[in-house]
Nanobody, 124 residues
Framework: QVHLVESGGGLVQAGGSLRLSCAAS????????MGWFRQAPGKEREFVAAISGGGGSTFYKDSLKGRFTISRDNAKNTLYLQMNSLKPEDTALYYC?????????????????WGQGTQVAVSS
């Protein structure tokens, strides 16, 4: 059974950093692309970043490039999201997700499994 468990969220001041983790189990982790999405209160879920199964290819929401970095440790079955220079508008529930394949994409419909999310709050 596939499980994705996010951690690392919290309250941080604007300009600060957080590192989110997503512990994966129940599948061959390195065989699947993974992604991060977020949903702010009253807004639709949006794509943040994605990474190929081997970790060699990454893809970001344009406005987050340079501040957020997605990575993975296939030996530990863990996905990461390093978030720097955080802004109040980054406040959201952050989800990790597993793609149906090793194809990484921004489309939420291409992801088969989702975690429960970890809350990030950035104060001004």
């Amino acid at each position: 059974q596939v499980h994705l468990v996010e951690s690392g969220g919290g309250l941080v001041q604007a300009g600060g950093s957080l590192r989110l983790s997503c512990a994966a189990s129940g599948f061959a982790f390195s065989s699947y692309a993974m992604g991060w999405f977020r949903q702010a209160p009253g807004k639709e879920r949006e794509f943040v970043a994605a990474i190929s199964g081997g970790g060699g290819s990454t893809f970001y929401k344009d406005s987050l490039k340079g501040r957020f970095t997605i990575s993975r440790d296939n030996a530990k079955n863990t996905l990461y999201l390093q978030m720097n220079s955080l802004k109040p508008e980054d406040t959201a529930l952050y989800y990790c997700a597993r793609s149906y394949t090793n194809y990484y994409t921004h489309a939420a419909g291409a992801y088969a499994y989702w975690g429960q999310g970890t809350q990030v709050a950035v104060s001004s």
